[in-house]
């Protein structure tokens, strides 16, 4: 697994592994997620890009026009930056696509997180594996919004370290 990805493992076993239920879905406010929500949230929204690499070897994703704005891709680039800060705690809304499951749930989700993790790695190997080929995408929130693939790893793991920071503010 990659480095970045071992130590998000290590961290939520260690924060959230011995959680209860009460705990996990505990929210800080009626508008706030609990831990247990920003947990899935993290799931949702990766597996929207996992598919992308085998898409793109096939040749069946197809790139909208805004790809090819450069100035346009810098600015996707830099609002994903900013959006993905793990220290930024002001809110960023969601669109529904990408909102949590479910309300409520098991202490399952902490393992099911876990899993999930070694998706996020084998998606990494495969935007790795693309190298010059990685193209730049259109985000799957709104086709208004692109930036290159090949950065789509590193805000993965930005986000995840933002949300799970957000899921121990949760826990009080």
């Known amino acids: 697994m990659h480095p970045e990805l071992t130590a998000l493992a290590d961290h939520v076993r260690a924060t959230f592994g011995n959680?209860?239920?009460?705990?996990?879905?505990?929210?800080?406010?009626?508008?706030?997620?609990s831990a247990a929500e920003c947990l899935d949230h993290l799931v949702v929204l990766d597996r929207l890009?996992?598919?992308?690499?085998e898409r793109i070897r096939n040749g069946t994703y197809?790139?909208?026009?805004?790809?090819?704005?450069?100035?346009?891709?810098?600015?996707?680039?830099?609002l994903m930056e900013r959006f993905s800060d793990p220290e930024a705690r002001t809110k960023v809304g969601t669109?529904?696509?990408?909102?949590?499951?479910?309300?409520?749930?098991?202490?399952?989700i902490v393992d099911r997180y876990?899993?999930?993790?070694?998706?996020?790695?084998r998606f990494i190997g495969e935007?790795?594996?693309?190298?010059?080929?990685?193209p730049v995408i259109r985000s799957p929130a709104s086709p208004l919004f692109v930036y290159p693939l090949?950065?789509?790893?590193?805000f993965l793991v930005r986000h995840h370290w933002r949300h799970?920071?957000?899921?121990?503010?949760?826990?009080?």
């Open 19 to 33: 959680r209860t239920a009460e705990e996990l879905n505990r929210k800080p406010g009626p508008k706030s997620w």
């Open 49 to 53: 890009y996992f598919d992308l690499p």
């Open 62 to 78: 197809r790139a909208n026009w805004l790809t090819r704005v450069g100035p346009y891709v810098r600015l996707g680039s830099r």
């Open 95 to 108: 669109v529904s696509l990408m909102e949590p499951s479910h309300s409520t749930f098991g202490t399952d």
């Open 114 to 121: 876990l899993a999930h993790l070694a998706d996020a790695d």
């Open 127 to 134: 935007v790795e594996a693309l190298g010059d080929r990685a």
């Open 150 to 154: 090949a950065e789509v790893p590193r």
């Open 164 to 172: 799970i920071r957000q899921a121990e503010r949760a826990l009080g």
